[in-house]
């Protein structure tokens, strides 16, 4: 489409893809996010449960919504060759079911990319979680060329801190992080890139489907850096 070949052209972030099966990751144009920002209305976890610093699922459907478009939007304009805050949607065959971040601060000098995700409630516990990790890892080694990547957790939210677990991360340490009004115990994990070589047999039996990955180019050798 000559759309998406102009928009590639002009910001190269909208062509990167991931692929393994059944499982998608994709730039969130405004299409996808309507759908996730609806998904992300009907709940992304259970109200007794704050998984985010920042507790932007609070509010009525609507509300959370809004903030899902207006923090993508935002996002859009901090993709530069130094520094890239690059979310994807996580599509399951073919349906938008939440959304995969990386985040890479100096990175043309550090190589190092930070994850963060969610999955609409509806959609947890098949580990479709575990696999999108797996497949976002990938993209950031063998397709970004990083040479690490951290991932974090609140101690209280089992299901993430069973993914990064499951993936193989080695425990970083504990920080005190201020949620919603109080110091909880957050969990911070580190993969090498020889780490991750070292899992990628046991990372292709999770993803059971070989990886294919587009547009991959301009962040792995991003223009001046
Ligand atoms: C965290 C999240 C992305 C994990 O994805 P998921 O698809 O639900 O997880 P999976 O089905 O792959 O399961 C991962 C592990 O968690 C365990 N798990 C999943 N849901 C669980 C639950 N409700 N209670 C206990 N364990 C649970 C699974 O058994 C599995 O552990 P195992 O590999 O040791 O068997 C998803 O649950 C989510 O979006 N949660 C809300 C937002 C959030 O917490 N984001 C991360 C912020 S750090």
Known sequence: MQHSATLARLWPASAVRARAGDLELRWIDDDLLVQLADLAGRGIHAPDAMPFEHPWTRGTADEVARSVVTYQWGLRTQVSPQAFVLEFAVLHDGVPVGVQGLTAKDWTVLRSVQSGSWLGQEHQGRGIGTRMRALVLHLAFAGFGAIEATSGAFADNVSSNAVSRRIGYEFDGVDRVAREGAAVAHNRYRMTRERW???????????GAPVELEGVEAIRTPAGG
């Open 197 to 207: 070589e070292s899992l990628r047999d046991a990372h292709a039996t999770l993803l």
